[in-house]
């Protein structure tokens, strides 16, 4: 199975920071890779497909890039709601891992 | 409006039984591949099982398999995820997901989530 790994764990932003998050495949993955946001209680949301096609009604702020191994998701300035945690999730083949998850906390 | 809504989730004990179900609506549903994804309680998410559109082409993680089997009937726009021999460590909030598109390429609608507890 292909494993993600993201980094950093956990991170402690300003409103208005720019922050990015990286995800690192344990293997080739092309550009099978999607990123959501998770906020406490409720389901994850899409925020990047493909690694870096923004989903429909996604605030441009969020950007994503990288393809083969290395891939990372941009916040371009960090707003109130945007704290949460966020996983990668490849789709090259099965099983369809996720990686660990990044906290995303106000400092 | 494009809607997944899961139901079934339990207390059950440990070597148990149960069958989630995932109502789904606004869209068509047998176009669609469809998975299950688990995250236990304060922990991340983990891809579970993935079915074809057509019901014939199924996956399970290493995890489950032999123990999970997943379905859909088209006909009810419904998917299920039958658990058998139930562990504590499938203890979690259970989701069904939709496919974005026919590739496959991410999971863009999520059910609210059905709480499955396994103990004794």
């Known amino acids: 199975a292909i494993q993600l790994t993201q980094s950093p764990s956990s991170l402690s932003a300003s409103v208005g920071d720019r922050v990015t998050i990286t995800c690192r495949a344990s293997?080739?993955?092309?550009?099978?890779l999607a990123w959501y946001q998770q906020k406490p209680g409720k389901p994850p949301k899409l925020l990047i497909y493909d690694a870096s096609s923004l989903e429909s009604g996604v605030p441009s702020r969020f950007s994503g890039s990288g393809s083969g191994t290395d891939f990372t998701l941009t916040i371009s300035s960090l707003q109130p709601e945007d704290f949460a945690t966020y996983y990668c999730?490849?789709?090259?083949?099965?099983?369809?891992?996720f990686g660990q998850g990044t906290r995303l906390d106000i400092k | 409006e494009v809607q997944l809504l899961e139901s079934g989730g339990d207390l059950v004990q440990p070597g148990g039984s149960l069958r989630l179900s995932c109502a789904a609506s606004g869209f068509t549903f047998s176009s669609y591949a469809m998975s299950w994804v688990r995250q236990a309680p304060g922990k991340g998410l983990e891809w579970v099982s993935a079915?074809?559109?057509?019901?014939?082409?199924?996956y399970h993680a290493d995890s489950v398999k032999g123990r999970f089997t997943i379905s859909r009937d088209n006909s009810k726009n419904t998917l299920y995820l039958q658990m058998n021999s139930l562990r504590a460590e499938d203890t979690a909030v259970y989701y069904c997901?939709?496919?974005?598109?026919?590739?496959?390429?991410?999971?863009?609608?999520w059910g609210q989530g059905t709480m499955v507890t396994v103990s004794s």
């Open positions: 079915i074809s559109g057509s019901g014939g082409t199924t």
């Open positions: 293997q080739g993955i092309s550009s099978a």
């Open positions: 999730q490849q789709f090259n083949s099965y099983p369809f891992t």
């Open positions: 997901a939709k496919y974005r598109t026919i590739r496959r390429d991410a999971f863009d609608i």
